[in-house]
């Protein structure tokens, strides 16, 4: 049987949350107001027609990697490694809070937590998103997007 080593537990690199901008073209499509600035929560596109912003990508790659290297950490040790968070901001009269994030709704099929034919959901938020390729990623999962609310055939 072959052993995963989880990664190394990192603190804050300083560049995770960091979001460079980039103009992000999609010809024709509903979704080219969305603001081409990012923050930590938006989703990145990508598509045939879509100039990238590998920065973008590439930064959220360093985020998740260091998210993984500290569940792994947890769950190995039951707390953080104290170069994690010796040096981690201090949040005072802090509280729990819901915001709201860019996510997915619809009628699923083929779920593998959510049985049933055209059940309506709500996603998990939206990492990665592409009209034109028909697919969406969220935290959880890829989707394949069929035909968009709104669309109704038209009866001749």
């Known amino acids: 049987m072959a052993s995963f080593n989880p990664p190394k537990p990192h603190g804050d690199s300083g560049t995770a949350g960091k979001r460079l901008g980039g103009e ?12 081409a600035t990012r923050k930590r929560d938006a989703m990145l596109r990508f598509g ?16 998740l990697d260091a998210l993984v290297a500290d ?25 729990l809070a819901l915001r709201p994030t860019l996510c997915l709704v619809g009628l699923a099929t083929g779920h593998p937590k959510l049985p049933g ?3 309506a959901i ?32 038209e009866h001749s």
């Open 24 to 35: 992000q073209k999609i010809t024709g499509s509903k979704y080219s107001r969305l603001p």
């Open 48 to 63: 045939p027609n879509i100039d990238l912003d590998l920065t973008a990508f590439g930064e959220e790659r360093v985020r």
């Open 71 to 95: 569940l792994w950490y947890v769950s190995l040790n039951k707390r953080p490694a104290s170069s994690s968070t010796h040096d981690a901001p201090i949040l005072e009269e802090w509280r």
């Open 117 to 119: 034919h055209q059940r």
């Open 122 to 153: 709500v996603t998990s938020g939206l990492s990665m998103f592409s009209e034109q390729l028909g697919l969406g990623r969220t935290e959880s999962r890829w989707y394949q997007l069929g035909k968009p609310a709104g669309d109704v055939p």
